[in-house]
């Protein structure tokens, strides 16, 4: 969906921020073989675990400071990552998603948008030190500067 929604080309670079295992960076590779790939992820674990067949395109770093240049990729994604840094690391990693985005990014966050899932999300969260109702983040998406497409993770 991502390739056809942002019509990607075969030779699209692409950034997974928080990739963990490299699932995704692997489903791109199987599907734009073509394509530049790279993931980045905070978990040393996550890395020396990941799977076979992206081990090259992997490695630890985090999203608050990424190690590529100002529109380095087609295609930023960021899935359930950046909300589990401190409300001043998270502005930063958006910041630098919006820098190494060439042309589109993604990011799913931890968010409600009534109190029933506020409460939800409250008894469900374990690891996010960012979240807020919706509109709340859509200002801060505002205030960094991020410009890229996002979606909300609501505890349902």
Known sequence: RFRDHYRLPETASILDVGCAKGFMVHDFRELMPRATLEGIDVSE?????????????????????????????????????????????????????????????????????????????????????????????KELFAKVGYTGDYYWFIAE
């Not at 990552?81 to 001043?88: D, Q």
């Open 45 to 137: 674990y996550a890395i020396a675990n990941a799977k076979e067949t992206v081990t090259d395109l992997v490695r630890v770093g985090n999203a608050k400071d990424l190690p590529y240049g100002d529109g380095s990729f087609d295609l930023v994604v960021s899935i359930n990552t950046i909300h589990n840094l401190p409300l001043e690391e998270c502005k930063q990693a958006l910041r630098e998603i919006h820098r190494v985005s060439r042309a589109n990014a993604f990011v799913t966050v931890d968010a409600w948008r009534t109190e029933e899932e506020r409460e939800r999300l409250m008894k469900w969260n374990l690891t996010a030190l960012t979240y807020m109702h919706v509109a709340e983040w």
